[in-house]
């Protein structure tokens, strides 16, 4: 199972940056704090920070009223590849992480075929090495071909060259307690995070829309907020019980925000993620029938919003993910029961918690900077990322402009669809640069070329 040509496999991310010229950012404020500094990178390392460095020989990066922030981690997008790269690519994705301020993105296993055993995972994560512009991690199925049936290997897939550290059936819930009970036990014993889908099928079938006054008025069928609830507190207990480390994937309700408090507080060693659309929208939307706005879980209102808003910042929810989910005009623009749930979300979401949180006072760029890479990093026990800006420290980094006034277009964003709620919205921050082991991937908002793009 495992690839007999090495030198093809090697990842190039870890050789390139001998090769690169040295980087100097300057006159600019980790973390948006204190008076602005230089950071100088060699070989993909931090090597020093301080006031007035020798730059000589160094490319610059000017720093000045920027925030300098450790590269983002997503614990939650969907890349497409194998399967649909009609609608997007690891070398697409990579570059609209790239340009969203990423570092690294954990891709889920819903592709065709499922990632579902390690050659297919193996070939994941050495395409979006051999890019250089990501670090791509796949996210192995928990059950074979999605089917909610018989659990995949675990152990061949952590023990792969692709590492794999989280498994999902993401799109889908494990509903059957018995194979979710052994799925739990399984990745306590290989020390792997399942990250659930809470969807109680048999109480969504056929939703397309929250449950709610607004469906309701619409005539759309409802997806009640006790269908993600109650596979909540079952997965809470069953970590409890097999100690398996379970995650919960996009956060809806406000039940379950108060769930998984009182899960935290009750032995269940639980993490949870929330989307920026869930802190952000609300089922008023869907008053228009596009279905730009369908996605899974749905939108709920805005006491939910502003109770995962709340959640977020108490640390009740540990961390941002987008749950980028491309999706092409043939998915998209048809009636709204039919077209396929889903938004994309890797280059606004800086965006929209710089908009709902530091621009409004509530909480500052060390906020955002523990939200959406220091905790997914150590929730996936991820090495090099999320790390604290420091000298000696792996150069993943993302420079933000705090104050730059923009417009979201769908058809200029680096993702090949462009089934973004956010058109024609104006955000105040924007990810600048990205540099991924002291390779710019990104430069004054623009994604850097592959540094192979082979064949395929
Ligand atoms: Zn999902």
Redo the contacts with the bound molecule.
Sequence with gaps: MTPTTPSTWAPTGHLAPSAQTPLAITNIRPYGEGTPVDVLIDRGTITAIGANLDTTGYQIIDGTDRVLLPGLVDM?VHLREPGREDTETILTGSRAAARGGFTAVFT?ANTNPVTDQPIIAESVWAKGQRYNICDVHPVGSITKGLEGKTLTEFGMMKNSDAKVRMF?D???CVANPLLMRRAVEYAAGEDVLLAQ?C?EPLLTEGACAHEGATAGRLGLTGWPRVAEEAIVVRDAIMQRDYKGRVHI??ASTKGTVELVEWAKNHGCSITAEVTPHHLLLDDSRLETYDAVNKV??PLRESTDARALQQALLDGIIDCVAT?HAPHGEEDKACEFVSARPGMLGLETSLAIISKLFVETGRADWRFVAKVMSEKPAEITRLPGHGRPIEAGEPANLTIVDPDCSWTVKGDRLASKACNTPYEDMEFSAKVTHTILRGRITCADGQAADAVDTPAR
């Design positions: 939650h889920m999902s993401d799109g889908k889908h969807e994937c996009h899974n879980p749950d």
